[in-house]
Structure formats: C-alpha cells, structure tokens
C-alpha cells in the first residue's frame, strides 16, 4: 500500500492528525469517512479538497466512505458560522442527497468488486431511529457540557454574541455519534475533514472511547485560501459548483485557468492526481515561461475532465479559444447556446425580427439600416471597413460590403459580429 499520510504531506493536504494513525495504516487496509453536507443539490470546488482526500484514501489501498448528513443537514453545521441555517425537509435532503452520490461517483469507486470500493452511506438511516429521549439517556450522558463548551467552534459563537441555539449544540454530539456508528457497525476507525472539523471529529473519538473501549482516529486538511487573502471558490457570481447546470464547463474551466501563478502552484497539488515529478517538472516549465501559463492550462484541463468529462473539457477550450482569434467558425458553431452567451457575456447585443432580416438585401444593409448605433455608427463607417478587412461575422472575414446576406445563424439565431480585434457585437434574429 502507498503510504496515504505521505502523500497527504508533500501535497500540502494535512493540517492535524492524532498520534498513531500513521501506524495504524501501515496494519493492512483501513477504513476512514468524510462527511458532506447536503444543503444544496450539488457540491462546489471548496468541497473537493474532501473528495481529492477520499480519493487519494482509496488509492492508497484503504476503504472509504462518503456520509451524507441526512440527519445534520436538518439541523445546520454550526462551526465556525456566524448564524444558524436555514433547516431542510427530506424531501429535499433526499433530492440533494442522490445528487451529490452521482459527483461523488466520479472521483471514487462506487461499483468496483475490490474489497475496498467506496460506499455512500446517510446518517438519517441510523438518527431517525432515536427517540430524544433514547439519544440524551444513552448518548449524551457520555460528553459532559464542559466538554462540548471548550471547543473553538462554540466559544467563537458565544464570544460574537450571536449565541448558539440547542439544536446546533447538539451538532457536535450527533457526528460524534455518526463516527461510534461507523466504529461499531463497519469497522471505520478514521474520520476526515476540513480543519475546521476538528473539534468535531474529536468529539467522536471521545465518544468511542467512552462507549466502546476502542481506538479510533482524526486526521484533517488545511482549509483553502487564496494567496489575494480572498475566500477560495467564490467569484462575482457566487460559488463554483460542480452542477453543470449550476456552474457551465466553460465558467468552470475558466475559474482554474485564470488562478494566480501563487496559488497554482498549491491547487495542482491538491486538486489534481499528477505525481510529484510530472508537476515539478510543470513548475519549471512555468517558471521559464509564466506568460504560458502551463501551470494554470494543466490544472483546468485535469479538473475539468474530472468533474464534466472530456468532451466538455474540449468545448470549453474551444470557447476560450474564440476570444484570442485562434478559432474557426466550426469551433463558433459547435458551441451550444449557454456557452456561446457566456463566452460573450456583456457585449452589446441588438435584436432584429427574423422576416425583417430575411428581407435584407446585403451585408450593408444589416449594418447600415438594422444595427445602426450599435456596431456602426454609419454605413460609410461599416463599408469602409469593410472594404479595409476590419469586419467578421462568425469569423468569416468580410471583403464585400454589397455582398448577399448568406449566413448561417448560430444555434439558428445568432450571428457574431468582430469589428477590428476585440471589439465583438452579437444580432440575435427572433
């Protein structure tokens, strides 16, 4: 078995670990869970540094498993937050649930035969079966509030003056409960997380201790942040998710290629599987030419491909490639209509009726009567240029301003219009 802990380390993924867990993996193959939180219907790229570190678990040989907090996420994570959040019906947890098991399906071995495929298990099968009274008699007699008090995540709350309702108290004593769970029930003796979890994570391992006797252990990743001081996985837009209905490949694909030079260097560690000698010798290749951005291009490509595949992959670097003039009008039109808008969110736009522009007797016609003001302010201006080579229409270069309109609408309703080198318009016919 490769030594998980290891790579872990020179990947720059691990922020705490309990004495003797490097120990206890070298014993053959272990089992460990991650925990996601399933307010939302997909995951974003600040959960993936869980799913790279149940990735890289799995890899090395061991077990892993996937919770999903069916019965946590009625109640709201409180660590570290400044408010409680919004609870959830089943109905929707369940929803969000099966979601997140298919994202989840395309980082790690759910349907191998070996015996350490992954499993996705919810900790509403085993909570739902507690009565109140059952949990505090025979749970919450073994963590004593003083306990549960001490912990950063819960003086932080009380400390803001924000307070802390009962029910996110509790939050820490059910994950501690899920971890005795799957301590007993499927010999999981490992928990990971983000190292805000910390407190969490242990509490569980105290719990073990007290109700079963046996060793159980935590391990956690450093919590990403960018080298701006900004928070990772968040743009104007809002957070990068891995729903492609959600977040488009292109807007994905384009989040990793656009990272500083810093920051790349720390995320092709940890969100791509590349080995050590294949990214030192990507970083020396950026360092010779950083304006390639060989660093940046590999990260988005391995993620992309990941999380939506190849073709998608290839249909996004098509798009980036449009707006850099390295594209032909096959790579315009094998677009489809979202990624075409998003590509040029933001350019001026004109409308023209479709009987209106099947009327249209040329070229200066669309640009002198139709879009006037908007591309050109004249049909002088649009016939000089252009007669001077200035003007493309679905990158096909003009040369005759009195030549017939025969042009093929993209997605049967758009043409793109490029006036000199950067300047692009879009006439959607409706």
Same mark, same amino acid.
């Given at each position: 078995?490769?030594?998980?802990?290891?790579?872990?380390?020179? /990947?720059?993924?691990?922020?705490?670990?309990?004495?003797?867990?490097?120990?206890?993996?070298?014993?053959?193959?272990?089992?460990?869970?991650?925990?996601?939180?399933?307010?939302?219907?997909?995951?974003?790229?600040?959960?993936?540094?869980?799913?790279?570190?149940?990735?890289?678990?799995?890899?090395?040989?061991?077990?892993? !498993? $996937?919770?999903?907090?069916?019965?946590?996420?009625?109640?709201?994570?409180?660590?570290?937050?400044?408010?409680?959040?919004?609870? &959830?019906?089943?109905?929707?947890?369940?929803?969000?649930?099966?979601?997140?098991?298919?994202?989840?399906?395309?980082?790690?071995?759910?349907?191998?035969?070996?015996?350490?495929?992954?499993?996705?298990?919810?900790?509403?099968?085993?909570?739902?079966?507690?009565?109140?009274?059952?949990?505090?008699?025979?749970?919450?007699?073994?963590?004593?509030?003083?306990?549960?008090?001490?912990?950063?995540?819960?003086?932080?709350?009380?400390?803001?003056?924000?307070?802390?309702?009962?029910?996110?108290?509790?939050?820490?004593?059910?994950?501690?409960?899920?971890?005795?769970?799957?301590?007993?029930?499927?010999?999981?003796?490992?928990?990971?997380?983000?190292?805000?979890?910390?407190?969490?994570?242990?509490?569980?391992?105290?719990?073990? /201790?007290?109700?079963?006797?046996?060793?159980?252990?935590? *391990?956690?990743?450093?919590?990403?942040?960018?080298?701006?001081?900004?928070?990772?996985?968040?743009?104007?837009?809002?957070?990068?998710?891995?729903?492609?209905?959600?977040?488009?490949?292109? $807007?994905?694909?384009?989040?990793?290629?656009?990272?500083?030079?810093?920051?790349?260097?720390?995320?092709?560690?940890?969100?791509?599987?590349?080995?050590?000698?294949?990214?030192?010798?990507?970083?020396?290749?950026?360092?010779?030419?950083?304006?390639?951005?060989?660093?940046?291009?590999?990260?988005?490509?391995?993620?992309?491909?990941?999380?939506?595949?190849?073709?998608? !992959?290839?249909?996004?670097?098509?798009?980036?490639?449009?707006?850099?003039?390295?594209?032909?009008?096959?790579?315009?039109?094998? *677009?489809?209509?979202?990624?075409?808008?998003?590509?040029?969110?933001?350019?001026?736009?004109?409308?023209?009726?479709?009987?209106?522009?099947?009327?249209?007797? =040329?070229?200066?016609?669309?640009?002198?009567?139709?879009?006037?003001?908007?591309?050109?302010? =004249?049909?002088?201006? $649009?016939?000089?240029?252009?007669?001077?080579?200035?003007?493309?229409?679905?990158?096909?270069?003009?040369?005759?301003?009195? $030549?017939?309109?025969?042009?093929?609408?993209?997605?049967?309703?758009? &043409?793109?219009?490029?006036?000199?080198?950067?300047?692009?318009?879009?006439?959607?016919?409706?």
């Amino acid at each position: 078995m490769n030594s998980f802990i290891e790579e872990l380390r020179w /990947r720059g993924m691990l922020q705490d670990m309990t004495p003797d867990i490097e120990e206890h993996l070298t014993k053959g193959m272990a089992s460990a869970y991650l925990g996601f939180d399933p307010t939302a219907d997909s995951l974003h790229i600040g959960h993936l540094v869980g799913v790279m570190t149940l990735l890289h678990f799995q890899r090395a040989g061991h077990k892993p !498993f $996937a919770l999903v907090g069916g019965a946590t996420g009625m109640i709201g994570d409180p660590s570290f937050k400044s408010a409680e959040r919004n609870l &959830l019906d089943k109905t929707t947890l369940d929803h969000n649930i099966s979601c997140i098991q298919d994202q989840l399906a395309k980082f790690l071995d759910f349907a191998g035969s070996t015996t350490n495929k992954a499993e996705l298990v919810n900790n509403y099968d085993w909570m739902s079966e507690f009565s109140f009274l059952d949990f505090i008699r025979d749970i919450g007699k073994h963590i004593t509030v003083n306990y549960m008090m001490s912990k950063d995540s819960v003086k932080r709350r009380l400390e803001d003056g924000n307070g802390l309702s009962f029910t996110e108290f509790t939050y820490q004593l059910i994950q501690g409960y899920d971890f005795y769970h799957l301590w007993k029930n499927e010999n999981c003796s490992i928990q990971l997380g983000g190292s805000d979890q910390w407190g969490n994570i242990v509490t569980g391992t105290e719990l073990i /201790r007290r109700m079963g006797g046996g060793s159980a252990y935590a *391990l956690t990743v450093p919590l990403i942040t960018k080298a701006d001081g900004t928070k990772f996985g968040k743009t104007e837009g809002g957070s990068v998710w891995l729903d492609p209905e959600k977040t488009s490949p292109y $807007a994905f694909y384009q989040f990793w290629l656009n990272v500083s030079d810093e920051d790349a260097s720390k995320y092709i560690r940890i969100f791509t599987i590349l080995d050590q000698s294949t990214i030192e010798n990507l970083e020396k290749e950026h360092a010779e030419a950083p304006h390639l951005r060989t660093l940046q291009k590999e990260i988005a490509k391995q993620i992309t491909i990941m999380v939506h595949g190849e073709s998608d !992959f290839e249909m996004a670097v098509k798009a980036s490639d449009i707006l850099f003039g390295k594209s032909s009008t096959e790579d315009l039109a094998a *677009l489809d209509e979202r990624t075409f808008l998003q590509v040029f969110e933001g350019v001026p736009q004109v409308q023209i009726d479709k009987t209106e522009y099947t009327s249209l007797g =040329s070229i200066l016609d669309l640009f002198g009567e139709i879009t006037q003001g908007v591309v050109f302010a =004249s049909k002088g201006e $649009a016939r000089k240029m252009i007669q001077g080579g200035g003007v493309s229409i679905n990158k096909e270069k003009l040369s005759d301003p009195n $030549a017939a309109i025969n042009l093929t609408l993209l997605q049967n309703k758009y &043409l793109l219009v490029q006036k000199g080198k950067k300047n692009y318009y879009i006439v959607e016919v409706k």
